[in-house]
């Protein structure tokens, strides 16, 4: 027994021995730690902070050392945080060879564990968003209005005689995912209460009644990878899989979707046969340029339904919280209507909802882009993944492997970029937009050094210009539509934060009543 135990203590001090060796020579041992110690097992203790104080985190590196790196503890790894101009543009111009943005998402969202090794592996869906969806915005935002002008006026049923309080979270969850989907699945599957199925169900194969059921599904996978990766990531990356299989809320979502989707798919299938890729009423959707892609690459039926529904993350996630932060920095303005209003009506009575309509809401536009500087979705962007060992332009060397960030939310509230940083400003970017030569630029969807709420570089949000038209129809028909207060005290509903992510309060209310004079 006494060799027994010799023999385990031997195990045990050599354990300790390599553990301590690998974090004495380990090169990140070199970047600054913020947050607390980086002593092996302290350091746990900083990466439990980091889920609860992350922001102030952010800002303390932010301000120690600004223009360089410094790293901070999270549960599975170490997070180098780059800040600064120079090193901003520095790592959106590396090639993916070097720091990938890929890798890096993936990481974020655990997408192997949360959607799907294939979606994880060949990520084409990207560049469907990115080409195919932009392309088309102009012949899209016609039913997207549609969906959107339903979707709002049954989750916001205010008459014009007394003020409604509405919870703006789940409303904006719901008309985002039935906006959205209008363009990703079409009808009916959108519109669960529509009297006016005009597309053939021929193109769909829905059967009656599954839509409600889809809209369910989208938000709740949307909901589940949120809830999955953040659990997910508590865990070193050998148990992973194992706790992926565990939570596994998400990947459920998917199968169930497959049996909503399938008619869909397979209607479509038999049409591409029967008459190749174009036929009459082809539709014009995400599910038909998914399949496009999909059915070329041999994928099945449930990869191709866990990209439909990885876009739905995507789309609903983020663009339910912006919209969702603008409306209650409207409610807490109210004053703003008025400006809004005079510059929305004449557009949409001489264009009418269009993309060049909605180009020209230069306020909306600023008004939403403040928003988005003011909270955004995380307190970080610009994610990358270390593929190789890199030197940075400050010196700085990362090794193969390291996740690195920006730091978003102290830029974009620092006083030496933007003037009264912390104070919302609604005008701020459409008075520099009318200095000459600048007309073009600080749009919603513009990124610089100085603006990274959809990164920067080659690897800006691909599906920015659908959410920003996106956001600017939905704020503008509300603001043409309601007059809008806060509820209560009137106070602005505090964010929640949770590691980097940044949350609007999801049981505020907003007072909505319907305007008399409506457009």
């Known amino acids: 027994m006494a060799s027994l135990d010799l023999a385990w203590y031997h195990y045990l001090a050599v354990f300790v021995a390599i553990y301590f060796a690998r974090w004495f020579f380990d090169p990140l041992r070199a970047i600054p730690t913020v947050g607390g110690p980086s002593l092996p097992l302290l350091s746990y203790l900083a990466a439990v902070r980091w889920i609860r104080y992350g922001k102030d985190m952010l800002q303390e590196g932010y301000d120690k050392y600004h223009g360089s790196v410094f790293k901070v503890a999270m549960l599975d790894q170490w997070l180098v945080v780059i800040s600064g101009p120079k090193l901003v543009e520095d790592v959106a111009k590396r090639p993916d060879t070097e720091l990938s943005f890929h890798q890096a998402a993936g990481e974020f969202v655990q997408t192997k564990y ?10 084409y869906h990207v560049n469907i968003v990115r080409e195919k969806l932009t ?32 919870n703006v979270m789940r409303a904006a969850l719901e008309i985002v995912a039935r906006a959205s989907n209008r363009v990703f699945v079409g009808l009916p599957a959108c519109e669960y209460q529509s009297t006016q199925c005009v597309l053939p169900l021929r193109l769909t194969g829905l059967p009656s009644g599954r839509d409600r059921e889809y809209l369910n599904l989208a938000i709740g996978f949307t909901l589940d990878v949120n809830r999955d990766r953040a659990t997910i990531s508590m865990f070193p990356s050998f148990m992973k899989p194992f706790i992926g299989r565990i939570v596994g809320s998400s990947a459920k979502n998917v199968r169930r979707a497959i049996p909503i989707l399938k008619p869909i798919m397979d209607e479509r299938r038999r049409m591409m046969e029967k008459f190749g890729k174009d036929w009459p009423d082809r539709p014009n959707d995400m599910i038909q340029w998914i399949m496009d892609e999909g059915l ?40 703003c209507l008025i400006p809004l209003r005079e510059e929305i009506e004449p557009i949409v009575q001489g264009e009418g909802w269009t993309k060049n309509a909605i180009s020209h809401m230069w306020k909306v536009d600023s008004f939403i882009r403040e928003s988005q500087r003011m909270n955004g979705i995380n307190t970080v962007s610009l994610m990358r993944k270390a593929q190789k060992d890199v030197v940075l332009s400050d010196g700085t060397f990362i090794p193969r492997g390291t996740l690195m960030v920006a730091a978003a939310t102290p830029l974009h509230h620092d006083e ?36 990274i709420s959809f990164g920067h570089g080659k690897h800006a949000c691909p599906g920015r210009f659908f959410a920003a038209n996106e956001l600017k129809a939905m704020l503008a028909y509300i603001v043409l539509n309601f007059d809008i207060k806060l509820d209560g005290d009137g106070k602005w509903p505090e964010n929640i934060h ?8 999801p049981n505020a209310r907003v007072l909505f009543r319907k305007r008399k004079a409506t457009a």
């Open 114 to 123: 949360t959607v799907g090794h294939e979606a994880h592996r060949d990520p």
């Open 135 to 166: 392309r088309n915005l102009p012949a899209i935002l016609p039913d997207m209005m549609d969906e959107l002008t339903a979707a709002v006026q049954e989750h916001i049923p205010a008459n014009d005689n007394e003020w409604l309080g509405v």
């Open 296 to 335: 070329s690459r041999n994928n099945t039926d449930q990869e191709m339904v866990q990209r439909v529904l990885l876009v739905n993350f995507a789309a609903i996630h983020t663009s339910s919280n912006s919209v969702t932060h603008a409306i209650y920095h409207l409610a807490e303005r109210p004053e």
């Open 416 to 451: 030496h970029v933007y003037t009264n940083a912390d104070a919302f400003d609604p005008w701020r970017f459409s008075r520099q937009r009318e200095r000459e030569g600048e007309a073009m630029k600080h749009q919603y969807v513009n990124t610089s050094v100085d603006y």
């Open 498 to 505: 949770w590691g980097p992510a940044v949350i609007p309060d």
